[in-house]
């Protein structure tokens, strides 16, 4: 591996236990470099439009990317993708951890799994060979017992497990993948699709070491990165990502009661200073990466063990403020579930405070509840509701659909309380007061998805003397955050550049920059040094435009059509509390931003589709056949 990758992909096919190895040649890996845009060279090829996604003709894939694997912090992302069957539509999903590097060293830059196991199977991965086995003992266990019987069977602690959970099992459509228990490929239910495929787990060991084609030049980066960086003064290290929850609340964006309101009554006793101060054990991180922001937690008198770390920011709002839910350690029970179950903790969230509001509104009464008292703040049915919809019993049967399905089921008028876009629940950020958040949830591939790009207060650090972390791509103009204008437009159009090649390369968005410290120059810098390749900023973030382009032209095919572009009501509704109390998003103001975000991306207006001229420019017009 002279130039950071190993040159294969490993084809697995389940309905014949088939496994064979393919060489997508260089060209493929500079014009895709990993991640979603690698997976998304196959999945357009490969997959015809209209498909099952829990037929056997779904493609599970992951992807690791050129730069996976090597000692710069935060570059060992990895994505798994298919077709998520939450929206319908292109499913994608990174994690951290440390499964993808592993997998590299055992001589793969990839897996794509097709068709379905007759039995329950595992996946063993081992130093360039691969082989499925019967994993019908692991059927129906707990992420926890799965994780410890695999290591136990194949005899080495040191195995890194990604698994679907019992949710994935029964297919619930947000249910999440897991590798070493703690590090989640959360969103737009890739679990479910793993499931149906009868697939429980891929165990990975390998012993090959990536190597750079300019090892002094990769090492002169992580020299500047250490200079550079000092984790004892970073929040992320310190408070972990829910750094900003009282920030949150101040604002009046921390999402609280299925939206209706921006501010929390508990959100001091929630936040990551006081689980510093409270049921913090560690802190976790993800391979070889320095700023180490995950958490660990214990809370004995629950029997919260800090075997499945500790909750996020995301899980804190979406069973926390979002349900109305003010204690911590109730939370971090829930977390332990969520785990253990292997789900979205978002969607759960979200879809248990949809129920929640249903029920306050008589829309679900006692009896269809399974005698569970809704009302929102009733902790012990947020904990009731996880298991039932992981087991799919009773309500939880309805709620394992997701927000959009279980809304259409209950009908008068649910679909008001149903906070998500394209069958994506909404993540746990305000777009009322971050309005390019409106452009992301509307039009990301994936349904409602906060990780489009940096969000708006980035965008008022923007200066004309060039001091901000964005200014190498020409943003030097600030923008305000409740800004939904040309400028606004413009600064999130490129920003979601950055954040798209940092899916394609596995770099975390809490280490590059604006929210890290690595520089987009630095990152080029790498990976040339890793790669060999005389690559630019610019063809970098062309790799990013292609794989922005090509999500878009999987949807379409799929039937998506501009009127999916659209938000949940409530978002053009004033919130009801917090120093936003009142602010909605005007309608004819998102309209016009949408119009000129679809004229940057080169979408056709009337289709949604990339135009002829934008699939030329990006060398995509084999995407529509040319
Ligand atoms: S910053 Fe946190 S999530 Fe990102 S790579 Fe480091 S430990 Fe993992």
Redesign the pocket.
Known sequence: MPNGYNGKILRVDLSDRRVWTEEPGEAAYRRYLGGGALALHYMLREMRPGGDPFGPENLLLFMTSVTNGFAL??L??YSAAGKSPLTGGFGESEA?GWWGPELKAAGFDGIIVQGRAERPVYLWVCDGVAEVRDAGRYWGKLSDEVQAGLEEELGDRRIRVLQTGVAGERRVRFAALVNQLKHFHGRTGLGAVMGSKNLKAIAVRGHSKPEAADPEGARRVLKWFQEKYDRGSDP?HLWGTANGVQALDRDGILPTRNFREGSFEHAREVSGQTMANTILTDR???YA?A????REVEVPELGVTSNLGGPEYETIAAVGSLAGVGDLKQIALANQLLGLYVLDSISTGATVAFAMECFENGLLKKAETDGLDLRFGNEEAVIALIHKIARREGIGDLLAEGVLRAAQRIGRGAERFAMHVKGQELPMHEPRGKRSLALAYATSPTGADHMEAPHDPFFEGLDPQGTSALASLGLLSPVGRMDLGPGKVRVYHYAQKVWSLYNAVGM?T??GVPI?PVELNRLVDYVQAVTGWGVSLWELLKVAERSEAMARAFNCREGFTPKDDALPGRMFEGLENGALKGVGIDREEFRRALRLYYEMQGWDPETGFPTEARLAELDLTWVTGG
Do not use: D, I, M, Q
């Not at 700023?291 to 995950?294: R, S």
């Open positions: 912090s935060g060992n992302r951290g992320r976790g991180t993800c990466c700023v180490a922001c995950k975390c809490f280490v890290g």
